[in-house]
Every structure is written in structure tokens, then in C-alpha cells.
């Protein structure tokens, strides 16, 4: 076999095997201990607030009228708008926006579920994530439906912990079907990824007017945000580190956030709510969760289980 024809087979492969898995799950809520309900049931937070703001930004209409009776009459998100996007763009993150709703009803036909929780997605939010991240407040504020870029960078800040929380998962469940079915979604998330870092990091020298930094710095200051909010060391990784940082300690781009032997990181729910709740605290509730995150995990911190 050639190389080039070896090449194509694993690419393919790693293309179908993930919508295999994710087509042939049908998992009974029954069937799985509680604590995996629990955690997959944590994973809808994410998946929600990703695909509001995908449907949004490429429709200027969200989940309900997407798929309403996935919201289960949950709080329209606050701050959604249509976002200033060329063609292709818009065409890429339609196609990310249906694989969420695909994934929300994924899920929910796994476990119970729970109401969309009230989610804030406007720019006012994500203008103060970025300024937190600077230290210092941006002028103008950092408008993420303004232009394709913006559109992509504010991508970067809500969309890249769900694959770290998948992956924190998989190892703690116990059922084998809901193992295989955060398999399946886990592959959709890391392809995801992977386009809007991809597309980043092909401009990652690129500076962004009138804020005078690259977007390398921009997603450098991100990933710093999200390490110090999680608050267990280094989880995240912007487009550029040092080279000691990179693949086998020998690059600098770093087109994957991956940890020294290039495997995923990984995060906990506690994690995850200290990042999106932008507090640093489980507990404390903001950011794109005014109200909080829904769930026994998420509620479980606020003492409303």
C-alpha cells in the first residue's frame, strides 16, 4: 500500500468511525448508573450555549426555531444576534449549528435532559471575557458578531472546552453505550475545533485593528483566562508557545492544544463552570450563565439539586 493511499484510508476512517458510533447509540436512561446521567446530562450546558450562538450568528434566529422542543421550554439566550459574515464563513458554522442540534437531540434521547438554562450570549459578555483576559478594557468593546474574525475568536472563547470536558468524562463512566456515545460526540467536537483553530492560526500574525495585537496574543490571552479560572495549571494553550511548549518540544505553532505527549486535555465540571461562569468559582454564577448551569452536577455547587 502506498503512502499516499495509507494516508487516505486513516483519514477516512477517522472521518466515519465517529458518525458510526454516534448513529448506532440509542442508550436507555435506565441502563446507566446515575452518576452518568449526571454527567452527561452536565454536557448539554455547553452543547446549548454553542449552538445559540451558532444559530444566531448564521440565521439570526436560535434554537427555537431551529428545534424548539429541544429548548423544553427553557429561557430564550439574552444578546443573540444575526453576525456580519461572509458566505463561506456563514456556510461553515450553518453546517456546526445543525451538528449541534444533532447533538442536543443526541442526548436527549440518552437521558431525561433538562430546559435550556438562561444563557447570555451577547456582545456585552463576551467584550467583558476579553477585557478580563487583557486586564484592561478594549476600546472599541470586543464586538463578536461584528466580522468573520471576531465571529471566530469569540468561537475560540465558548466553544473549545467541551471537547476538554468530554474527554474528563469518558474515563469516568461506566456504561459502555454512553461511553461510546460521548465517543461519537467527542469526534464532531475535536473536528470543530480544529476548523476554527485552523482558520485562526492561518492568521495568527494578523493584527487586530484598533487593538494593536496579533491573533496569536488574542488567543494567548484566552487560554491564559481559562488556565486561571479552571485553577488546575495548564489546560489550554493558545496558537503560539514556546518552542519547549510545542509538539515534542521542537515548534512553536501549535495548531492543537495538546499536553507534552500530545493527547487531549482534559477538564472537570467544576472546572468548566469556573470558566464559563467567568468567577473562577464553581459556585458563583455569570458570565454566559446568569442564573447558572442546569443539572445535578451544575445545581449540586449552588445547593438547588
Known amino acids: 500500500m502506498t503512502l499516499h493511499t495509507l494516508s487516505t484510508a486513516v483519514l477516512l476512517t477517522s472521518l466515519v468511525l465517529p458518525l458510526f458510533i454516534l448513529s448506532s447509540v440509542n442508550v436507555s436512561q435506565a441502563q446507566a448508573p446515575t452518576s452518568d446521567v449526571d454527567r452527561l446530562e452536565f454536557q448539554l450546558n455547553l452543547e446549548y450555549v454553542v449552538a445559540e450562538y451558532f444559530l444566531y450568528g448564521t440565521t439570526g434566529r436560535g434554537l427555537d426555531a431551529a428545534a424548539p422542543e429541544l429548548a423544553q421550554g427553557g429561557p430564550p439566550p439574552i444578546g443573540g444576534k444575526?453576525?456580519?459574515?461572509?458566505?463561506?464563513?456563514?456556510?461553515?458554522?450553518?453546517?456546526?449549528?445543525?451538528?449541534?442540534?444533532?447533538?442536543?437531540?443526541?442526548?436527549?434521547?440518552?437521558?431525561?435532559?433538562?430546559?435550556?438554562?438562561?444563557?447570555?450570549?451577547?456582545?456585552?459578555?463576551?467584550?467583558?471575557?476579553?477585557?478580563?483576559?487583557?486586564?484592561?478594557?478594549?476600546?472599541?468593546?470586543?464586538?463578536?458578531?461584528?466580522?468573520?474574525?471576531?465571529?471566530?475568536l469569540a468561537l475560540y472563547i465558548i466553544t473549545l472546552v467541551a471537547p476538554n470536558g468530554y474527554a474528563g468524562s469518558i474515563p469516568k463512566l461506566q456504561n459502555a453505550r454512553f461511553k461510546e456515545l460521548v465517543a461519537g460526540l467527542l469526534g464532531v467536537e475535536s473536528g470543530q475545533d480544529a476548523v476554527i483553530r485552523e482558520f485562526l492560526y492561518e492568521r495568527r500574525y494578523f493584527l487586530m485593528n484598533p487593538y494593536g495585537v496579533t491573533v496569536a496574543e488574542f488567543t494567548n490571552r484566552i487560554s491564559d483566562l481559562r488556565n486561571k479560572l479552571g485553577k488546575e495549571g495548564t489546560k489550554d494553550e493558545g496558537l503560539v508557545v514556546p518552542p519547549s511548549e510545542g509538539a515534542e518540544g521542537k515548534v512553536s505553532g501549535n495548531v492543537l492544544a495538546a499536553d507534552k505527549d500530545s493527547l487531549s486535555y482534559s477538564r472537570t465540571a467544576a472546572e468548566i463552570l469556573r470558566i464559563v461562569y467567568g468567577s473562577g468559582d464553581e459556585k458563583v454564577t455569570g458570565g454566559f450563565y446568569p442564573h447558572g448551569a442546569n443539572g445535578r452536577i451544575a445545581r449540586s455547587y449552588l445547593g438547588t439539586t
Not at 445543525?98 to 467584550?127: D, T, W, Y
Not at 467583558?128 to 486586564?135: E, L, R, S, T
Open 82 to 152: 444575526l453576525a456580519n459574515l461572509d458566505p463561506f464563513t456563514k456556510d461553515v458554522f450553518f453546517q456546526f449549528a445543525l451538528q449541534k442540534v444533532g447533538h442536543l437531540r443526541a442526548i436527549k434521547r440518552a437521558v431525561k435532559g433538562f430546559p435550556r438554562p438562561l444563557m447570555n450570549i451577547s456582545k456585552e459578555v463576551f467584550a467583558q471575557v476579553v477585557d478580563d483576559a487583557f486586564g484592561r478594557h478594549l476600546h472599541p468593546p470586543f464586538d463578536p458578531y461584528a466580522n468573520p474574525l471576531n465571529y471566530r
